[in-house]
Structure formats: structure tokens, C-alpha cells
């Protein structure tokens, strides 16, 4: 890449080319963003993100535009949290603002749903664990403004990457506290998934399997450090 990076989003195109956007480079937070060609195999500079961010979210937009939302700039006394949200248009190569969240978070999740909104869960504010978030946020991208979003069962952060559209068109939220949770687009609503099973919950990963259930792997957090633990959801 032309920069090195930690906490940045990854966001794959519709023409196959990647987005890479912010994160925590050698001076800070970073704004820049670059894309990687899968024809060329190289990394070039494209627009700036409007703010410098990391530990924010990133997914494409069923109409090929890539939303950016939250993270934060700083560390620890210097920290600044955000609520503001931007899209990156492959066309132009431009970010442009869109509304805000209704609450500044990090460390929080995204994915589109069936219809095109996107569903935001979980983060947390600057006292991270103690800030932890049970709140979420849909976005339209027709709008591009955000409304609130049914409250989560649990509060959950450091989950990133652990929703999972399920065939059903239920939404798994595997990820950021001990027990996962559905949330049904259709009557707005979270359910946890039963079961005896006390997860890891931060930074674990997830891959959905060909029986329409997903695999849950590993993380940290609720009194302990990395896991080798496994988990089935089974529909």
C-alpha cells in the first residue's frame, strides 16, 4: 500500500477494485484513502475521506457507492468520536458527507440489508468498555440520513465483520458480547439465539456456512484473553 495501516476499512468495488480508507498510519489518524487494482495488482491514491478516521465502518451500497461511517481520530485524552458519515463514489473518485449517526460511535458494525438500508450495531464512546453501546442505526441510502434502529438485546463493540445477512434474510449479529442475536428486518426486532454457549466476544471471526448457519471463531474479552474456541449457529 502507499501507507502502513491498522483500524482502515477494506471495501470491494463493483468494477473489482478494493477501497482502502483511514485508519492509524505513522502520524495519527489518517483522511487518505487508495485503491487496489486486481488488473495491475497495485495500490494508487484516490480521494480523501472529509475527516480523518479509524475504527470506523465500511460497506458497499447495493448501488456501488461505499458508505463510511464513525471511528474516531486521537488516542486516549486527545481522542474525538465521531457521528459523521461519508460516500465514496467510484465514479468521481470523490467523498462526499452524508447525514450523521444519531450517536457517535467506534468499534461498531455494518452490513446492507436485502431492501438496500444499512443496519449499524453496537460501538462504544470514549470510556470504551465502560461506553459499550446496545443501540442501532439504519441508513438510506436513498436519504443518505440515519434513523434510529430497535435496541440490541446486549450491548456489544469490537465486532467488526461479524454480521452475516443469513439466506432467510435474517441478520446474525455473532459478535462483540457472550451470546449472539437476530435481528428480523421485517418487524424490526432482535431475539438472542439460544443456547448454553458463552462466547469470546470481541474480535472474533465469522463465516457463513452452506447449511444457511454460520462458523464463529475465537476473540477475546469476558474475563479472558485469545480463544481457541468454535461456535455453530445452526437455523
Known amino acids: ?74 488516542r486516549r485524552a486527545d481522542i474525538t468520536l465521531y457521528a459523521s458519515a461519508e460516500i465514496y463514489d467510484p465514479a468521481s473518485g470523490a467523498f462526499s458527507r452524508a447525514g450523521d449517526m444519531r450517536i457517535r460511535r467506534h468499534k461498531h458494525d455494518a452490513v446492507v440489508l436485502p431492501d438496500g438500508q444499512v443496519l449499524i450495531t453496537g460501538g462504544s464512546d470514549e470510556g470504551d468498555a465502560r461506553g459499550v453501546c446496545d443501540s442501532s442505526e439504519l ?58 454457549a458463552r462466547m469470546a466476544g470481541q474480535f472474533s471471526a465469522v463465516a457463513q456456512l452452506r447449511t444457511g448457519g454460520a462458523l464463529i471463531t475465537g476473540g477475546y474479552g469476558n474475563g479472558g484473553g485469545p480463544r481457541a474456541s468454535a461456535w455453530v449457529y445452526q437455523r
Do not use: C, W
Request: proline fraction near 6%; glycine fraction near 16%.
Open 1 to 74: 500500500m502507499g501507507a502502513a495501516r491498522a483500524a482502515h476499512t477494506a471495501t470491494a468495488l463493483p468494477d473489482g477494485r478494493v477501497l482502502i480508507a483511514g485508519g492509524f498510519v505513522e502520524k495519527g489518524s489518517a483522511k487518505g484513502a487508495e485503491r487496489y487494482g486486481l488488473a495491475t495488482g497495485r495500490f494508487s491514491p484516490t480521494g480523501s475521506m472529509t475527516v480523518a478516521r479509524e475504527s470506523h465502518m465500511g460497506v458497499r451500497l447495493l448501488d456501488g457507492r461505499a458508505l463510511i461511517a464513525g471511528g474516531h481520530r486521537g
Open 139 to 196: 441508513f438510506d441510502p436513498k436519504t443518505e440520513t440515519f434513523t434510529a434502529g430497535p435496541t440490541m438485546k446486549l450491548g456489544r463493540y469490537k465486532h467488526a465483520g461479524s454480521s452475516l445477512v443469513l439466506p432467510s434474510g435474517l441478520v446474525l449479529v455473532a459478535g462483540g458480547a457472550p451470546q449472539a442475536e437476530v435481528y428480523d428486518p421485517r418487524n424490526r426486532t432482535f431475539v438472542l439465539v439460544p443456547g448454553d
